[in-house]
């Protein structure tokens, strides 16, 4: 692996958008490149992937994420593998229990048990057509080609323990700060020798929204400090016990998770962004929660910081965009630093 890398996932509302971001990730060197599922939002995933196969050669693609509530695991293991069939570069699979994507359509997220029974049965399906689903056997008749990676969205300790058990990648929402890396990187290693594997065989992808770069003091850190709203929301809405957090933090970043609006998921209105930035300084938690989750500041601010999180293990990053031009300045540094 190089000294760091980034995946890319988006929103799209158009497919020029799509293609017009797809584009510029691909030249900058991202890894990977996911579509949002989320209905009430975005361009329908699977039709999106599809136009996108026809664009994209280098890296693969795939949802980012899916999940057992709204998209049946028949349906969602012949999409794949459909998909794998057109998609030069590749494709994975990333699920997870259903954030936008399910409460955007009056419904709940799944629970982890739903989640651990829909990827047992998309990883039989994608590997032997077959799966039992309530005493009955469903099956698919497109194989796909190649392997798919599953990877398991993780926002707690107890999802965590279930991707280091049963996917083959992580999308780690739990933050990259040096108090929280080091019991992450220990769960990981103690699950995957429990069940046979290697720590090192699980790709690990840490959410950090995006890698900002700007070299006006403090511009970065302010364009991206209302992503904390976001991660607070993800963090806290099962409760935030085993997702290492100080007792002093837990009842601001319960508020301010509380307070994000997820009909506005990924692309917030401009008065959302302030209120989100005066709500988490109001609440006391908002360096906490800048020094957790986000990468932003003057070139060698984030060169620092990214050096800092490559000595502790942590390489990959996952990025939402929504227009093609946030990512450039920070893609281009990882491209140096890499190159």
Request: glycine content about 14%.
């Given at each position: 692996m190089s000294f760091c890398e980034v995946e890319v996932t988006t929103n799209p509302s158009s497919i020029g958008q799509l293609l017009d971001i797809a584009r510029t990730v691909e030249r900058l060197g991202a890894v990977q490149f996911g579509v949002w599922d989320s209905p009430?939002?975005?361009?329908?995933?699977?039709?999106?992937?599809?136009?996108?196969?026809?664009?994209?050669?280098?890296?693969?693609?795939g949802v980012s994420v899916t999940n057992p509530v709204t998209r049946h695991v028949v349906?969602?293991?012949?999409?794949?593998?459909?998909?794998?069939?057109?998609?030069?570069?590749?494709?994975?699979?990333?699920?997870?229990?259903?954030?936008?994507?399910?409460?955007?359509?009056?419904?709940?997220?799944?629970?982890?048990?739903?989640?651990?029974?829909?990827?047992?049965?998309?990883?039989?399906?994608?590997e032997s057509g077959r799966t039992e689903i309530d005493g009955k056997t469903r099956f698919i008749s497109v194989e796909p080609r190649g392997r798919v990676p599953i990877h398991l969205a993780a926002h707690g300790r107890r999802s965590l323990e279930l991707g280091a058990e049963l996917a083959d990648g992580l999308i780690l929402g739990l933050g990259h700060s040096a108090d929280v890396v080091e019991p992450v990187m220990n769960i990981i290693a103690d699950v995957r020798g429990r069940f046979g594997g290697r720590a090192e065989d699980l790709v690990l992808t840490w959410n950090s929204g995006g890698i900002v770069v700007d070299e006006n003091p403090g511009a970065a850190v302010a364009a991206a400090e209302w992503l904390v709203a976001s991660f607070a929301h993800h963090f806290s809405r099962f409760g935030l016990q085993g997702k290492f957090v100080p007792d002093k933090y837990h009842a601001g970043i319960r508020e301010l998770g509380h307070a994000y609006d997820l009909r506005r998921h990924g692309n917030a209105f401009s008065h959302q962004i302030d209120d989100y930035r005066e709500l988490a300084e109001k609440l006391g938690v908002r360096d906490y929660l800048l020094e957790r989750f986000v990468i932003a500041g003057t070139r060698a601010e984030v060169t620092t910081r990214l050096e800092a999180l490559a000595g502790r293990g942590v390489r990959r990053f996952s990025a939402s965009v929504s227009d093609a031009g946030e990512i450039v300045p920070g893609l281009e540094l990882v491209n140096d630093l890499a190159g």
């Open positions: 009430a939002l975005c361009l329908d995933p699977w039709v999106a992937l599809g136009v996108l196969s026809g664009h994209i050669a280098d890296i693969p693609i349906v969602t293991a012949n999409a794949i593998a459909s998909l794998s069939h057109v998609a030069r570069g590749g494709v994975y699979l990333g699920v997870g229990t259903g954030d936008s994507g399910v409460y955007n359509l009056g419904g709940r997220a799944g629970t982890l048990a739903d989640l651990r029974a829909f990827v047992i049965a998309v990883r039989e399906l994608l």
